[in-house]
């Protein structure tokens, strides 16, 4: 990537303090003509690091030993929490068949069968945790008295979020690409959690933080774009910059349309930042399977070529279908250090 090429640098450079309002104007500007605007119909059916800019290494620290999903057997218990759709709890996911448990818990794997032979799929894998991994990171998604899962707080300026006490993540995305709903998806085995989804763009104007017991602050972000807040860019360019236990910021990009210019300017925002993030694809149930293909070889590609702080591996996730859930769990535990034995491995 050369960021003085971008227009969102070329606003940056030529910008005084105060005058990032402009690239908000930009952004609006940009979804106005995307490909397909935020809530337009789709098809149907179908720490902060050390380095943050470092690429993670394809072996070592950041991989987690390989399971093969047939190692995922079924189990009984783990009964999932009143109110939590069924297939929110591994236990679950573990009854069904093979192939629609390899897709629920790792949906780009699923996809590799279709693909050119020949295809670099050495990405796909780098973050594949056996069950044991999966469980524990379900468990501290799973609330109960001894380990609340609450709303902390919402806020719309650095002063007003709660103390950086724990390691943090947050999701960051165009307007109604789904963060809100993963993040309930997430938290779906906690049903006493109130995390707010809308149709309309633009619901989230807030930055709302949710702390997971003692271990971690998950962060819901406002999203930009079409009906982004007013204050957005101020908001949520302080809080990557400023935000030091930040662990990780995961950035959603739609499943069925694809990597959008604002996505790009999110990315280079990011890499200017010497952010470490994850490209996180969403609604996969309503991508048709050849499309999906499209825009995950596009990804991986971009990703590869043009990227240096962001994960190779691409998640995938359905916040209807619970697919890439599980996954996303475990990465989220993962990165903020509460998986020991992934991080010793
Ligand atoms: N089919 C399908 N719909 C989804 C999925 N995730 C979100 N949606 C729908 O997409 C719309 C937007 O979802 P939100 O989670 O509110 O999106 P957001 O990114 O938080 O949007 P803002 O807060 O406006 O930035 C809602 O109608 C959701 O039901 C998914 O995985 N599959
Ligand atoms: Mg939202």
Known sequence: MCPSNSAYSVILQTARPGQHLRLLRWMRKASAHAVAGPDSPRPAGGSRGTAPLSRPP???????????????????????????????????????????RTGIVFPLQKLERYLAPGTDTAPFRLFQPGLTA???????????????????????????????????VCFIGRSNVGKSSLI?????????????????PGHTKKMNFFKVGKYFTLVDMPGYGYRAPQDFVEM??????????????????????????????AVEMLEEFGIPYVMVLTKIDRASRGLLLKNVLEI?????????????Q????????FSGVHLLRCFVAHVTGNLPTVEAS
């Open 300 to 312: 991986q590609e971009f990703v590869k070529e043009s990227t240096q702080g962001c994960f190779p």
């Open 314 to 321: 691409l998640f995938l996730v359905s916040a209807v279908e």
């Open 58 to 100: 394809p072996s070592g620290a950041g991989r987690v030993p390989p399971a093969a999903a047939g190692m995922l057997l079924p189990r009984a218990g783990g009964a999932v929490g009143r109110g939590s759709p069924p297939l929110a709890a591994l236990s679950h996911v573990l009854r069904l068949e093979r192939s629609r």
């Open 236 to 265: 949520v360019e302080a809080y990557l910059q400023e935000r030091h236990n930040l662990k990780r910021t995961f950035l959603l990009v739609d499943g069925v349309v694809g990597l959008q210019k604002t996505d790009h300017i």
């Open 184 to 200: 309930r998806a997430l938290f779906s085995l906690a049903p006493e959690v109130e995390v707010r989804v809308s149709k309309t």
């Open 134 to 168: 999966l469980q524990r990171a379900e468990a501290l998604f799973r609330s109960d008295r001894g380990h609340p899962i609450d709303y902390v707080s919402s806020a719309v300026r650095m002063d007003h979020t709660p103390p950086p006490a724990l390691p943090e």
